[in-house]
């Protein structure tokens, strides 16, 4: 699937005042502001529609040389799912690379979970990957954003319900739900206290799956001094732990 067809089927959903997160909306909810519990409800909408059980969207981190996906919510919101911290691992790296140049999706399934397999199979547009984490099935389908910002909207489930005619529909709702996700500034959520340089750095350095330790070494700080810098951004930034603060500054554009 090309990247410019996927976009003109979002620009579509748009012009014709359609909801691109789910069902057909006849006033002008696509062009309010979406908050972040918007955007879970409306993925949930998307996961319903395909069949799926679980849900995750995620940012690519800024590093070339340590490709990392950092999660910015899945369907257990509030909390992290135990699935998203293994896509965020190490796992994760296979799908950054192709999520930084390509659109077409990709999916995977357990040789034990043979249910939605010869659905996603049959996918033309969509190509096989490894398993980012174990005991799954599931799609994970490229997105970008203005900024140059790029992600992945991934869905999990043993029966998910997929076909050619709907892959397309599907993609352009992950696409315009990134994107609304990346217009989201600091005033349409709360204040954000002002963020100092070297917070700024150690969140970034953090996006770029470095430990505390490594961050101390790297700017040469102590370790105590680097957690201080990360629990200060992380309060700023009004997230609940240091991954959701890189989460937000990449949304927000502070990190990239």
């Known amino acids: 699937m090309k990247h410019a067809q996927v976009r003109e089927a979002a620009a579509a959903l748009f012009n014709d005042q359609r909801n691109p997160f789910g069902a057909f909306s006849l006033g002008s ?17 998307i996961a319903v529609d395909i069949n799926a059980s679980s849900f995750g969207l995620f940012f690519v ?47 995977w399934a357990d040789d034990d979970m043979a249910g939605s397999r010869q659905t996603l199979e049959s ?21 970008h954003a203005d900024r140059g910002q790029c992600g992945l909207v ?18 352009a709702r992950c696409f315009a739900l990134f994107a609304a996700i990346a217009r989201i500034r600091p005033g349409e959520t709360g204040r954000t206290r002002a963020i100092s340089k070297r917070e700024l750095e150690c969140l970034k350095l953090t ?14 700080l102590s370790v105590h ?24 500054a990449l949304r927000l554009g502070l990190i990239e």
């Not at 309010?32 to 949930?44: L, N, Q």
């Not at 996918?123 to 997105?143: Q, Y």
């Not at 005619?165 to 599907?170: F, G, M, Q, V």
């Open 225 to 248: 001094t680097a957690n201080q810098y990360l629990t200060q951004s992380t309060q700023k930034l009004n997230a609940v732990n240091r991954n959701q603060a890189v989460a937000k």
């Open 61 to 107: 981190s800024p590093s070339l040389e340590r490709a990392r996906l950092v999660a910015c919510f899945d369907s257990d919101y509030p909390s992290t799912a135990v699935t998203t911290k293994f896509i965020s691992g190490a796992s994760g790296e296979e799908m950054v690379r192709h999520s930084r140049i390509s659109t077409t999706p990709r999916w």
């Open 29 to 45: 909810e696509t062009h309010h502001a979406v908050t972040i519990p918007d955007a879970v409800r409306r993925c949930r909408w």
């Open 123 to 143: 996918l033309t547009w969509a190509e096989v990957a490894s398993s980012p984490a174990p005991g799954t099935n599931g799609i994970a389908f490229p997105v």
């Open 207 to 220: 996006a770029n799956g470095n430990t505390s330790e490594e961050i101390a070494k790297l700017l040469k």
């Open 154 to 171: 991934v869905f999990l489930g043993p029966d998910i319900t997929l076909s050619d005619d709907t892959l397309c529909e599907i993609h």
